[in-house]
């Protein structure tokens, strides 16, 4: 398995308020997404990273920041917490080149809950 | 716009019945990936299987089997012989290439329910 962590795993907040979630890799991939999943929809893309300090946004960025300062961590920030992001948020990874080209490999998603 | 429609938001067979997952895609491009990957209850995703668009070979891994047609754009998936475990959500996605690195668009999911 990838070596994806996400922190917290779950989490219960009040509108209005800041939310970081952190997604932490140990496989030195270059590329890192975030994806948020609710039911009827799928996944959705929020965010992602092509490299450190280079990200770019995805189908569903409104309200939603993202920082990447090392290659293993990026970090999903809600600046003001509304109750539409109540989610189970996915990070991924990939990594150009060879036999595993494109393909993405998940994070154990975090339950967020905003009150 | 890429767009992924899995038009099948349950199935229910029972254990031993063969059930297949229909996926149906729509791109621009001429060079796309297509996935599945599978999310039990525990809520992890698991990818299953990668195909490129330039390989139409149909392609079988125990009781799973993928039937890619670019013809009718769909990447269908058939498990054989399911079984109880094999319950889950299953989402099809598809990646255009840009610049080297991907993003993927997700169908919203098939739920095989497979009782005993």
């Known amino acids: 398995d990838a070596g994806i962590t996400q922190s917290p795993r779950h989490k219960v907040t009040e509108t209005g308020t800041p939310v970081t979630l952190r997604c932490h890799q140990t496989?030195?991939?270059?590329?890192m997404y975030w994806y948020r999943q609710d039911p009827g929809h799928g996944l959705r893309l929020i965010h992602y990273?092509?490299?450190?300090?280079?990200?770019d946004k995805g189908e569903v960025s409104d309200g939603y920041s993202v920082s990447r300062s090392k290659t293993e961590d990026f970090l999903l920030t809600l600046e003001s917490a509304t109750s539409s992001q109540t989610s189970v948020y996915f990070c991924?990874?990939?990594?150009?080149?060879?036999?595993?080209?494109?393909?993405?490999?998940f994070g154990p998603g975090t339950r967020l809950t905003v009150l | 716009a890429q767009k992924v429609t899995q038009a099948q938001t349950e199935i229910s067979v029972v254990e031993k019945e063969d059930v297949t997952l229909d996926c149906v895609y729509e791109?621009?491009?001429?060079?796309?990936?297509l996935f599945w990957y599978k999310q039990p209850p525990s809520g992890e995703l698991v990818f299953l299987i990668r195909?490129?668009?330039?390989?139409?070979q149909n392609e079988i891994s125990g009781r799973y089997s993928w039937n890619f047609q670019k013809s009718t754009s769909s990447f269908n998936f058939t498990i054989t012989a399911s079984q109880v475990v094999d319950s889950a959500v299953y989402f099809c996605?598809?990646?255009?290439?840009?610049?080297?690195?991907?993003?993927?668009?997700f169908g919203k999911g098939t739920m095989l329910l497979v009782s005993p």
């Open positions: 991924a990874i990939s990594e150009p080149g060879g036999s595993s080209y494109n393909e993405q490999f």
């Open positions: 496989e030195n991939h270059r590329y």
């Open positions: 990273s092509y490299g450190v300090k280079d990200t």
């Open positions: 791109t621009r491009d001429t060079t796309y990936y």
């Open positions: 195909r490129n668009s330039f390989d139409e």
């Open positions: 996605a598809l990646s255009e290439v840009n610049s080297g690195y991907s993003t993927l668009t």
